[in-house]
């Protein structure tokens, strides 16, 4: 066997392991989906902590403050998009700083680290009887919610040009099976749950944070046992300063849309790589509004029940992971832009559709356009940034990324929750394209 098919080999290995370790995280870390609705109802009726009534009268204020309604229905909904964009502001904190560290340290030791802080935020879900434990939860979680960069650096360490897409494709397939089979077991735990939300059982929450601690152990012992570093000692940053310069003044958001802490890259492709940020930022500004405000608007205007939304979710799930397995991870190399603008071009109809349905069928119908979207995006737009700096800046240039999509998903869920935005997302969806065809040389 000669030094090219070993290498091969070991390229197809990693990956695999990635792809089955990524699945088992997202599986537990969508558990939470279908129940957050049921989740904020409970803590309305239980907590003992205060916490709840003042993010919820804070809630209010703000809806009151952007000319919202103010009901029992719209305030749980802006108080569910407030948690959503806390959790991804967190991330917007820690993905470049953890990015950064592991250009220093390797890929594997800041994996496991963020898996253990991710284990030790389920153990608080487990034991969250009021509303401040399930804050601390959020909290915890957000921010050790880094291993998703990590993983896309390592991808990054074990492939070329070539064969990069169909290794970022991959790691789309994981995100569509996690949400694919993580909210179908979420809505079975609210089944189990859901009559005792008026009562005083901790049902509604416990069993699927034990459920989520538990594979998030067993991801823990997989990676601990069988990954193997992607990062060379030869290739990393010679010292934390050097890792981390630039990293921690990352929390200016100017900063990092310009990537100031990247320094080993030309001037035209540090303005493709800006460029290429500001679109992942409007985009997921745009796409993670309907993503999260989605468990609430089927829960309130097509009153579904846990378990319909977990049928919902498993629609999207499928959707996704044939679009990237037949599609995506077929497309030759260089296909990345073109792919992306596809895609937009099919979301853009398919969040209006989903917006004014009034019907399972007009619902559906827009979610079919929306996974063709949302399966071809994000993955397009990474491969395309992924393919800049060198090898000592990766972790740092994925941390940043994420760290735009982490800001991007902290006011899109306001925005959604505070209004009709149908007009907004059209608009701005279509500059959004516009820049990409016009400007992206690479």
């Given at each position: 066997m000669n030094a090219a098919t070993v290498e091969k080999e070991c390229q197809k290995r990693t990956l695999m392991v990635l792809f089955a370790s990524l699945i088992i995280d997202l599986v537990g870390f969508t558990v939470i989906l279908p129940l957050m609705p049921s989740l904020l109802e409970y803590y309305h009726q239980h907590d003992k902590s205060g916490i709840y009534q003042w993010m919820l009268e804070r809630s209010t204020e703000f809806g009151s403050l952007i000319g919202a309604p103010h009901n029992d229905r719209f305030d749980l909904v802006l108080l569910g998009g407030i948690l959503g964009a806390l959790f991804s502001f967190l991330q917007y904190l820690s993905s470049p700083i953890l990015g950064a560290l592991s250009d220093v340290y390797g890929r594997r030791q800041l994996l496991l680290a963020t898996m253990i802080g991710t284990l030790i935020s389920y153990v608080v879900w487990a034991i969250s009887y009021d509303f401040s434990a399930f804050l601390m939860f959020r909290i915890i979680g957000g921010l050790s919610k880094g291993n998703v960069g990590i993983v896309i650096a390592s991808v990054t360490d074990v492939t070329n040009h070539q064969s990069r897409s169909k290794g970022m494709a991959l790691v789309g397939i994981a995100f569509s099976l996690g949400f694919t089979f993580g909210p179908l077991i979420g809505a079975m735990f609210s089944i189990w749950g859901s009559k005792d939300i008026s009562g005083d059982s901790y049902t509604i929450f416990q069993y699927p944070a034990i459920f989520s601690l538990l594979l998030s152990l067993l991801d823990i012992i997989f990676i601990a046992l069988i990954f193997k570093e992607t990062l060379s000692e030869s290739k990393r940053a010679q010292s934390f300063g050097k890792g981390i310069k630039g990293a921690v003044h990352l929390i200016n958001p100017i900063s990092i849309f310009r990537f100031d802490a990247i320094s080993r890259i030309n001037a035209p492709d540090l303005n493709n790589l800006r460029l290429l940020g500001a679109v992942y930022f409007l985009y997921l500004f745009l796409f993670s509004g309907l993503e999260y405000s989605l468990s609430f608007l089927v829960h309130q205007r097509h009153h579904y029940t846990s378990m319909q939304q977990g049928k919902m979710y498993l629609f999207i799930g499928v959707a996704m992971a044939l679009v990237q397995g037949a599609y995506?991870?077929?497309?030759?190399?260089?296909?990345?832009?073109?792919?992306?603008i596809l895609g937009m071009c099919a979301i853009i109809p398919g969040m209006l559709t989903v917006g004014f349905s009034s019907s399972s069928y007009m619902l559906y119908f827009g979610l079919l356009l929306y996974c063709i979207g949302a399966a071809t995006v994000v993955t397009s737009i990474t491969t395309l940034t992924s393919n800049y700096g060198e090898g000592d800046e990766k972790g740092?240039?994925?941390?940043?990324?994420?760290?735009?999509?982490?800001?991007?998903?902290?006011?899109?869920?306001?925005l959604t929750c505070g209004g009709e935005v149908h007009d907004v997302h059209s608009t701005q969806k279509i500059i959004i394209m516009n820049i990409t065809n016009n400007k992206i040389s690479r």
């Open positions: 995506v991870r077929r497309l030759p190399p260089g296909s990345e832009k073109k792919t992306a740092k240039i994925t941390g940043i990324v994420r760290s735009l999509g982490a800001l991007a998903r902290s006011f899109g869920p306001l």
